[in-house]
């Protein structure tokens, strides 16, 4: 480019019977800094390229039952929660990081006494409660397996009864942190199968209630961690499933390799979330969880939430 300008300001010097001096040169000033400029364009559309992608969502929901001499009885309830999903990952060429950041809170409040939903004698209670992060290193081996490294943490922010009297977790109690090293299979971008035969996972319990209690595995009186080492499988998959319908689903196994049998000692949790917009300002979702974990019980747990949402995403 520079060698082709050069030569038309010379030509153009050379012919002093259709330019002037002046002419020439303010030709050749306008020609240098419009090459310039082009330049620095391409360089800056370079630096623009997109190496993130960075989305966040929240959500909040409520609902208010109230009931006055109703033939067909009922009880009066109140409840909230708010939920929050962040994503922020990174691509270039071979290596890609995904990270993913999971909260939730609600409470609920029944009138059992008949006195009203706020009455003294009814109290709040909780049925939303999650912390969960997950963050994926992966690097390109072949077509579509990724070697990988992954870190997941789960806890919950407040205290959690059974019947309203026996205490079953607390903020950090449990907590769950699991690191592994395998291989991700990721044929398309919705869809992602990580398998791990190296994984650790330490479970901690701060309350001492319970650590004391005996459970999630904690052997002595009073611990406060468990180490285990094992197999770790998760499947991942994250797609608008039909239109203005978005689907979340996990499936995750966690076998312990001092543990026998194998099948009733593997650890399961399997969570879908659907979200279908009803229109610019409301969604509705169905979200359903079911886990087994042996430590806490021996008994498949369930949890199901159905409702309406004002959705805000940035």
Known sequence: MKKILLFLILIIAFSPKIYSQDDVKK?????????????????????????????????????????????????????????????FNYHRQKLKWD????????????????????????????NEDKIEFNSILGYRAFR??????????????????????????????????????????????????????????????????LAKAGNYSMEEDGQRTFFAVGSYIKLF??????????????????????????LTNTDINFEANLTMKVNKYLSAFINIQVAYNYDFSSKIQFKERIGVSIPLSF
């Open 237 to 262: 998959f994250e797609k608008e499933v039909f239109t203005n319908g978005h689907l979340l689903a996990k499936l995750e196994f966690f076998n312990d390799y001092n543990k026998t049998p194998f």
């Open 144 to 209: 579509s397996w990724n070697y990988s490294l992954l870190v997941n943490f789960k806890s919950q922010f407040d205290n959690g009864y059974k019947d309203d009297s026996i205490l079953v977790s607390a903020l950090l109690s449990p907590a769950y942190l699991t690191t592994s090293i395998g291989f991700e299979y990721k044929p398309k971008p919705f869809i992602s199968i990580l398998i791990s035969p190296l994984t650790g996972r330490t479970t901690f319990i701060y309350k001492e209630s």
């Open 27 to 87: 030709t050749a000033v306008e020609a240098i800094n419009n090459a310039t400029k082009k330049t620095a364009t391409i360089v800056e559309d370079t630096t623009k390229l997109k190496r993130w992608y960075i989305k966040n969502n929240i959500t909040f929901n409520t609902e208010q039952n109230a009931f006055s001499n109703w033939e067909a009885g009922g009880v009066g309830s109140f409840a909230f929660s708010v939920f929050y999903n962040g994503f």
């Open 99 to 126: 990270n993913s950041l999971e909260l939730g809170y609600g409470k609920m409040r029944q009138d059992n006494n008949g006195r009203g939903v706020f009455d003294k004698g009814n109290k709040f209670r909780k």
